[in-house]
């Protein structure tokens, strides 16, 4: 143990201080004590891969381990910031270690049940154990969140016991004072009942108020229309939910007495409210208004202020730049949807690795957060699907919001046709543009009451009062998520669903079916399911999107000198057709490392520049690249000779009519581009500068951003906010291999 003895102003020095659990608060407590210089090292120990990567370069700790022996060896001081209800595991590796000269504190916010599992693992609380509470925090979490002054001018409660060592006591006090934290003594039972009335009551009545208004009919308009009181007072609903939970598991008696004492009070305001009391409303306000003065000189605050305007964001892409080095890029959006709905419908609890944290991906998962599934995450990729059966969603409270997600809409259109509760799809002013009489009409040959908008477009209201029947379905053209709508329709449907399929096209929901155990069969072009089965929770390695990797691979290719690495990428049959047509052209695409994970097929992806030549896209090869146009337009503008797209009609249905508005931007850039009906001519020449319009559409956007890599001078590309629903940090990861664009905000 460090010697402070005799030591009052000068604060001590340690030789070596491990934190267990690198998220906000720990994060923050390691950040701030390895910038103090107080410690001759700083070491971090987390079971997440994730924070451990992220810890030494955001400088949170000078080394990171995930073995708990390893990291405590030498300690001189501990830290535990783990989950409360996760403490009592991490007591019991320490004490099963050999006797360490160290001092243990603790972060946890119910110290009673801290205290109650030292005890029991310990048989007694050991006199270097310290507990503690910092009054600090945010809504954001994770090491990534972490700041060294989180702890400045905030309130730490240490809570010594009668046999706690004086001068462990004060080793531990004198670390919070260096991080300029007010450092306050106080008993166990008194902090854990300040505590359930200051802090743990608000957030739980911050969470009951977003939760019973994202429950009303009119949600959406609720909080578009928020001010800012509101989003001060349930700013605190975005906090960790895991977190909280076991913080009122945890503080369970102290947290049921003040809600016992606020309901009584609510109650006479309701009352006073029903009575036009005004007498007794101004009282209860102009106390509160009172006491909210009068602590607020002693509390530190810290301002929540978000814009309410919504602002454009441009790429500015400038000539040249370079594409090397090794990245990984987003999970598949494909796959992450169906994790999401196959996970809600499955028996038991489904793990999601490599989730896509983008708007879209995360529109389906709240469809189904609205329909009574309870779903932990997403945090770093990783989300908890507490699934509910085929049968346990429930009737959402309004209307499903999917914003700009056309797949989120056409596959729980099918899904939804088997329920038992009527539902209406909508979606912002893109995806309302859409049509969805494809996925409509064989819905309402299986018996599904389905109504659409204007020229069988959102919103989609579907009622629950149908019974489905099996079909044998013929698709007039090929479409992944036709046919997984009336896949997933099946799964309600009496007797047996086929879909037979004109040309291959994406097949990650029969996979997936598959993968929780649901019977498949796919003879040829025909896939066949049964009703009947259940889906049985399983885990998920989602893999890096070939989509997404689609846009690298291009500026590999038409960067003189470029060598890249793209990692962990989703190389499924159905989905390689932009491989196929890019070494078609001449390019230089080498797979590596190829692998199964959960049933999809995965590869490492080397791209170096190849001279590119022109060719007539084979037919077959259209819906195995139908996402992937729009950037293999840049190829086919960057190669020499002519390109040749037929039989693609699909792509002037998509976000925007991609045929068009990338023919009206290779045009505006110089390039002779001629649109047709199902398709487009090109050829290939030099790339001029100038300013494109992407009309929100995140493919066209980032595919002028490549454009760039050959342009004779900067592209603007406007209207790029969308990005961000497949692809969030596109700028981010291309100026980290060596491209030139960068975002622009205006107001």
């Given at each position: 143990?460090?010697?402070?003895?005799?030591?009052?102003?000068?604060a001590p020095t340690i030789g070596r201080l491990t934190v267990v659990g690198l998220g906000l608060i720990g994060g923050s407590?390691?950040?701030?004590?390895?910038q103090s210089g107080l410690c001759g090292e700083v070491v971090g120990c987390d079971l997440d891969p994730v924070s451990r990567r992220q810890a030494v370069p955001l400088g949170v700790v000078d080394r990171v381990v995930a073995d708990l022996a390893e990291a405590v060896k030498g300690a001189d001081v501990i830290m535990l910031a783990v989950p409360v209800l996760g403490m009592r595991a991490v007591l019991e590796q320490l004490a099963g270690l050999p006797q360490q000269n160290a001092v243990i504190t603790d972060v946890g916010s119910t110290k009673g049940a801290v205290v109650k599992a030292v005890e029991e693992v310990f048989g007694e609380v050991p006199s270097w154990f310290?507990?503690?509470?910092?009054?600090?925090?945010?809504?954001?979490?994770?090491v990534e969140a972490a700041r060294a002054d989180l702890f400045k001018h905030h309130k730490v409660i240490l809570t010594p016991l009668d046999n706690t060592c004086e001068q462990a006591l004060t080793?531990?006090?004198?670390?919070?004072?260096?991080l300029q934290a007010d450092v306050e003594q106080m008993s166990v039972a008194d902090h854990d009942e300040v505590l359930a009335a200051t802090s743990h009551l608000p957030h739980l009545l911050a969470f009951s108020l977003v939760d019973t208004l994202a429950g009303r009919n009119e949600n959406l308009e609720i909080f578009r229309y928020a001010a800012g009181g509101f989003r001060d007072f349930t700013r605190?609903?975005?906090?960790?939910?895991?977190?909280w939970r076991d913080v009122f598991l945890a503080n369970r008696d102290a947290v049921l007495r003040s809600l016992d004492a606020f309901t009584q009070d609510l109650s006479r305001l309701r009352d006073a409210v029903e009575s036009r009391d005004a007498n007794t409303l101004l009282g209860v306000f102009t106390r509160a208004k009172s006491a909210r003065e009068h602590f607020s000189t002693i509390l530190a605050r810290r301002a929540y202020l978000e814009p309410m305007q919504t602002k454009s964001i441009n790429f500015v892409a400038s000539?040249?730049?370079k594409v090397q080095g090794k990245i990984r890029v987003p999970g598949d959006k494909s796959i992450s949807h169906r994790s999401i709905m196959l996970g809600s419908l499955a028996e038991g609890v489904t793990e999601v690795e490599g989730f896509l944290e983008g708007e879209d991906?995360?529109?389906t998962l709240q469809a189904f957060r609205d329909m009574g599934v309870v779903i932990e995450g997403p945090h770093h990729g990783r989300v908890t699907i507490n699934g509910v059966g085929l049968h346990g969603l429930q009737a959402p409270p309004g209307s499903l919001y999917l914003g700009n997600s056309g797949t989120s809409m056409r596959l729980l259109s099918g899904l939804l046709a088997g329920q038992e509760f009527d539902t209406v799809l909508t979606g912002d002013a893109s995806l309302s543009k859409r049509p969805m009489g494809r996925v409509a009409k064989p819905l309402r040959e299986m018996g599904a009451q389905i109504e659409t908008g204007d020229e069988g477009r959102p919103p989609l209201r579907i009622g629950g009062a149908g019974r489905l029947m099996g079909m044998d379905y013929t698709m007039p053209m090929a479409s992944a998520q036709v046919k997984s709508c009336v896949l997933l329709a099946g799964l309600y449907a009496s007797g047996s669903t086929s879909v037979t399929e004109?040309?291959?096209?994406?097949?990650?929901?029969?996979?997936?079916?598959?993968?929780?155990g649901y019977p498949v069969k796919v003879d040829g072009a025909t896939v066949t399911i049964e009703s009947g089965h259940t889906l049985k929770a399983c885990k998920i390695d989602v893999p890096a999107d070939i989509s997404s990797a689609a846009f690298f691979m291009v500026a590999a290719s038409i960067c003189e000198g470029a060598d890249l690495l793209l990692e962990h990428v989703g190389i499924n049959p159905t989905r390689i057709g932009v491989i196929n047509i890019l070494r078609e052209m001449g390019g230089n695409i080498e797979l590596t490392n190829e692998r199964e994970v959960g049933g999809e097929p995965v590869a490492d992806i080397r791209v170096r520049y190849a001279p590119l030549k022109g060719i007539d896209i084979p037919v077959d090869q259209v819906p195995l690249a139908i996402d992937e146009f729009p950037v293999l337009f840049v190829a086919a503008a960057c190669a020499e000779g002519r390109t040749v797209l037929r039989g693609a009609e699909e792509l002037r249905v998509k976000e925007s009519d991609r045929i068009q508005v990338m023919a009206d931007g290779l045009i505006a850039l110089g390039v002779a581009a001629e649109p047709t009906p199902d398709g487009i001519v090109i050829n290939g020449s030099s790339i001029g500068g100038g300013s494109v319009e992407s009309h929100g559409d995140h493919r066209i956007a980032m595919s002028f951003a490549v454009a760039a890599l050959r342009a004779e001078g900067t592209i603007q590309i406007n209207d790029c906010a969308n990005v961000a629903t497949s692809f969030p940090d596109f700028v981010g990861l291309a100026q980290s291999v060596g491209m030139q664009v960068r975002l622009e905000e205006n107001a």
């Open positions: 143990m460090v010697d402070v003895t005799g030591v009052s102003s000068t407590f390691a950040k701030g004590m390895r310290v507990p503690g509470h910092p009054i600090a925090g945010s809504e954001k979490s994770g080793l531990v006090q004198q670390c919070w004072q260096a605190i609903a975005a906090s960790d939910p895991v977190m000539p040249g730049g991906s995360l529109a004109p040309a291959p096209t994406r097949d990650h929901t029969e996979r997936m079916l598959k993968g929780f």
